[in-house]
């Protein structure tokens, strides 16, 4: 009667102890997804050297403090404002702007600044006729220093009030990019 | 819902028959008496009903009962009594027949947790525990909701359908579930990681909220809540139940089935559950991705080799998808902010959907067991049970492109267990247990999800022995135990750095368990009980190692390598006052010291990342103090009102910071009033109404006082109450006996919020449901 027992007991406990003590290494993930890198280029529209702000966390969440350049504008200048959004911790980088756009009526970046008479609007539609905002317009007034915020929402209620016009209160989604650049206009 | 706190558990114990000599074909009586067996005295108003004749009497003041002119053949034998467990026995009468029934009554059963067969040192702690009727009667609830009405217990959820249970305010690692004797795995972590067990499947769910308990491994610091089926009747014919309700809010659809057989080569039992439910909603909107899909199955086999030696097998599989609220999926702190401020959360839809989207988990738990149990003597037995489990967690987010389909957590979880047990039960009703018990884990994550993982691999071995003897004296008992408990961990965590890195830890902990507990009988009628307790946990895994974004607390989580083993202190003190059958009162106080209690303290320091500014929680230890008051009464009426209240009280104190702990569950008070027809209602000559009741119940929560503004995103919600309604009765037909249901909850249909519920920083809890629901036993 206990042969049977004991065929039982051999496998069940044959599986137990046929494993080690340690762990078997992890397979690291590749992080794809990731967005490393943002860059603001504003270029003068009536010609001139381009400003570049950027914003670079390589190893994402946690870890090292991100390297954050802001730029210095023009008084009384309009400027096309384009986005790159990269992650550069993944090789080849992969162009995150790209996945932004194909996906564009779940997408929307929405402009900040605490800068007196500084303007950003936007100069892109989604395929519904909604702003997207990877290109942009900035029009700067008098001199005064302070900062731009980007923040880029996935799945923003669009239809909502005011978020058309720029307005994130009633946007809702998820943040994905939340940065502020310092910004000085001379 | 009827949960009674003073169960008239009607537990056959002994079932004698005696056989008269004359036999003719359809001439034939059948004769017995009931009797309770801590008393001996008769039990009257047992209602006894022969369910092929359909013909049924209720017992006397002598406890006799007797049916006349009964014919030759195979009949089932139903007795049941007021607030008790129906029990169903199968007779093969040949001749007239005598039947001696021995029922063993509520004070017994409440004060011996007898296990395995064998008294452990669980028998003079504090327990309650829900029978089968509440559970095919709550068939709608999770197995975490059918215990919310406890004394002492409460939830931690998020949302609707993910919760799980808090005893004596500890939860997760610090609480141990056993199902079918195993600890149930996955629950290490995570506020929102439900226990996986089919409550369908089991017969009892009884919580110790105990000082110690020793017999389980699992790191426990006193309480344990045990999910037990109960053995297969010795019923040589098919049967089974098949169980339906619906649940208006959420418009939820609950099927539950069971079938067993016994033989004498093997008897054999099938559960088979299937759930899904669409959004719930509050009194004022739909609760956008709240639903949940469930399809359980679950087989006990049970075999005796011989008369000494006995096998039972037991496997389940448990599978759920669970929405989560869409509203309160979030990207960053500035989010929440806005979330919180909300009248009705983001993505609130119109109209009812019952599909679930992301966020949303799909999980799966295996369990495979064992079990070995050999008599070597009468009073002398070893057990041998050895299990494996299998949790696979899946948490899908909102993601970029299309990877809302691939999960940002994908956790697979093995763990085997092996336990061996020998008890000896000395004349002097003195029971010695003696055990071991190794558990092995391997958690790994998967790497497709494409994201560093918040908890990193790890392979932990334990290993632990134990050892209780319970003694019995006069008028007292007396249990006195201890337990070792070495772990092993292997950790494999992946660093932060650019390119990762794979870096190992090894640890080793020790820990040590005490408990000595005491019950004496002061008067027949009154007993305190006493216990004190000393237990050990080591930190855990994600306690140590955590390293990134936790959606859940809204902060970047961090391990503390250096944390030490938490030790805890636990006493309890419990009394309880039977002056009659009509009457109890129990109290219960209880006082929880820490040492080294780990806890999560968000820092002052914040941390950029690309989507804007985190706090950062790490994990610290303090000393700490957790201490409360359970009151529970219940009376009876001229036997057809039962009146019941119960009240918790708790409180948890940071010594170390001189502030209170957060998540510690507020006072609450849960009283209900049943109205009950003490006599079956013949509706024609053959069907029958048996146990009609109405209840009427109310739970009242207070505000969560004790906590520190800056302790918290948002301010605890106000106190709320909730009224319930229940109607039931059983319906007695010639061949099939059905149970009927209606209930209503949160009645008055109020907004509120519950403090324990993560989703109250989003959104209201649900509103007004109304859930009818159908049970066939044949």
Not at chain 1, 1 to 26: E, H, I, Q, W
Not at chain 1, 81 to 108: F, Y
Not at chain 2, 213 to 239: R, T
Not at chain 2, 659 to 674: A, D, E
Request: net charge negative; charged share 20%; glycine share 8%.
């Amino acid at each position: 009667m206990f042969k049977n027992y004991r065929t039982v007991l051999l496998v069940v406990l044959g599986a137990v102890f046929f494993t080690s003590c340690d762990k078997d290494d992890p397979e690291i993930p590749n992080g794809e997804e990731l967005i490393t890198t943002v860059t603001y280029t504003m270029t003068p529209s009536g010609g001139g050297t381009d400003v570049v702000m950027s914003f670079r966390d390589l190893d994402g969440d946690g870890g090292d403090e991100p390297v954050i350049v802001g730029g210095t504008l023009a008084a009384n200048t309009t400027y096309n404002g384009t986005l790159e959004l990269l992650n550069e911790a993944n090789d080849p980088t992969i162009d995150i702007a790209e996945e932004v756009s194909e996906e564009d009526i779940d997408h929307q970046f929405f402009f900040q600044t605490d800068i007196t008479d500084l303007t950003v609007s936007y100069s892109d539609q989604d395929s519904q006729g909604n702003p997207l905002g990877i290109s942009s317009t900035v029009v700067t007034g008098g001199t005064g220093s302070g900062q731009i915020t980007i923040i880029l929402r996935h799945e923003p209620n669009k239809s909502a009030a005011g978020v058309s016009d720029g307005m994130i209160d009633n946007a809702g989604g998820e943040t994905d990019i939340e940065i502020s650049f310092p910004v000085d206009v001379n | 819902m009827l949960i009674r706190f003073y169960k008239f558990i009607l537990g056959f114990v002994f079932i004698g028959v005696t056989v008269s000599s004359i036999a003719q074909d359809c001439n034939m009586s059948i004769l017995g008496t009931v009797i309770d067996e801590s008393s001996n005295l008769p039990l009257t108003y047992v209602n006894v009903f022969i369910q092929e004749t359909g013909t049924g009497v209720v017992t006397d003041d002598k406890g006799n009962f007797a049916f006349a002119n009964v014919c030759k053949g195979e009949y089932h034998i139903i007795f049941s009594h007021i607030g008790c467990e129906t029990q169903r026995y199968h007779f093969d009468i040949e001749q007239d027949t005598f039947l001696n029934i021995v029922l063993s009554h509520s004070e017994t059963s409440l004060n011996t947790v007898v296990i395995q067969g064998v008294k452990n040192e669980l028998s003079n702690q504090s327990n309650i525990s829900l029978d089968r009727k509440d559970i095919e009667d709550n068939n709608n609830q999770s197995i975490s909701s059918l215990l919310q009405n406890e004394t002492g217990v409460h939830l931690i959820k998020n949302g609707n359908g993910i919760s799980k249970p808090v005893v004596h305010g500890l939860f997760g690692n610090r609480l141990t579930i056993l199902n079918n004797g195993i600890i149930q795995s996955g629950q290490q972590w995570g506020n929102d990681h439900s226990p996986e067990i089919d409550p369908f499947a089991a017969d009892k769910i009884t919580i110790i909220k105990g000082a110690s308990a020793l017999a389980y491994g699992g790191g426990n610091l006193g309480s344990v809540i045990l999910v037990q089926p109960k053995k297969i009747s010795k019923e040589p014919h098919l049967h089974g139940q098949i169980n339906y309700s619906f649940e208006t809010n959420g418009r939820g659809n609950n099927l539950n089935t069971r079938l067993e057989k016994y033989t004498p080569q093997l008897a054999f039992r099938l559960n088979g559950t299937l759930r899904k439910y669409g959004d719930s909603k509050t009194p004022n909107y739909y609760l956008r991705n709240t639903g949940l899909a469930e399809a359980n199955l679950s087989l006990q086999l049970e075999k005796s080799w011989n008369a000494k030696t006995f096998v039972d097998f037991y496997s389940s599989t448990f599978n759920t998808q669970l929405g989560v609220l869409r509203g309160s999926h979030i990207g960053n702190l500035p989010d929440l902010e806005d979330a919180i401020g909300r009248e009705i959360p983001f993505f609130t839809e119109p109209d009812y959907n019952d599909s679930i989207d992301a966020p949303r988990q799909e999980v799966s738990h295996h369990l495979t067991k064992l079990r070995l149990k050999h008599f070597i003597k009468d009073n002398q037995s070893v057990e041998l049970v050895l299990a494996g489990q299998l949790n696979d967690r899946k948490e899908y987010d909102v993601r970029r492109g299309d990877r809302s389909d691939t999960p940002s957590l994908s956790l697979r979880q093995y763990t085997f267990n092996s336990d061996l047990k020998y008890a000896h039960d000395f004349a002097s009703d003195w029971s010695l247990i003696i055990g071991n018990q190794n558990i092995i884990t391997d958690n790994t994550n998967n790497p497709d999800t494409d994201i560093l993982p918040l908890i990193p691999d790890y392979r932990s071995i334990r290993t632990g022995v134990f050892s209780t003897l319970s003694m019995s004296f006069s008028s007292a008992q007396l249990s006195l135990g201890w337990r070792y408990d070495y772990e092993y961990q292997s950790v494999a965590a992946i660093t932060r750095s650019q390119p990762p890195e794979i870096i190992r830890y090894q640890n080793d902990f020790n820990n040590f368990s005490m408990l000595s507990s005491i019950k004496i009988d002061i008067s027949e009628h009154q007993s305190l009980s006493m216990s004190n307790g000393i237990s050990m946990r080591n930190p855990a895994i994600n306690e140590l190692y955590s390293n990134g974004l936790h959606q859940g607390v809204s902060g970047i989580e961090e391990g503390n390598v250096d944390l030490q083993t938490e030790k805890a202190l636990k006493q309890t003190v419990e009394y309880k006052w039977l002056p009659s059958p009509t009457f109890s009162f129990n109290a219960l106080g209880y006082i929880q010291r820490f040492k080294d209690y780990i806890y999560l303290q968000p820092e002052e320091e914040v941390r950029l990342t690309i989507r804007g500014a985190f706090p950062v929680f790490s994990y610290r230890q303090t000393d700490a103090r957790i201490y409360g008051l359970d009151l529970s009464s219940q009376f009876t009426l001229k036997n057809s009102i039962i009146g019941l209240v119960k009240y918790s009280y708790l409180r948890g104190y940071d010594v170390g910071n001189d502030t209170p702990l957060i998540y510690m569950p507020p006072p609450s008070l849960f009283g209900s009033v049943t109205f009950r027809a003490d006599r079956s209602i013949g509706l024609t000559s053959n069907v029958k109404l048996e146990e009609v009741e109405v209840e009427i119940n109310n739970r009242y929560v207070l505000q969560q006082n004790h906590i520190l503004p800056q302790q918290d995103f948002l301010a605890p919600p106000g106190a709320y109450n909730l009224v319930g309604l229940k109607l039931s009765t059983n319906v007695f037909l010639p061949e099939y006996k059905f149970r009927f249901f209606i209930k209503a909850d949160n009645l008055l249909n109020i907004s509120y919020r519950d403090y324990l519920n993560r989703q109250r920083y989003f959104a209201d809890d649900v509103g007004l449901s109304l859930t009818a629901g159908v049970n066939l036993k044949f």
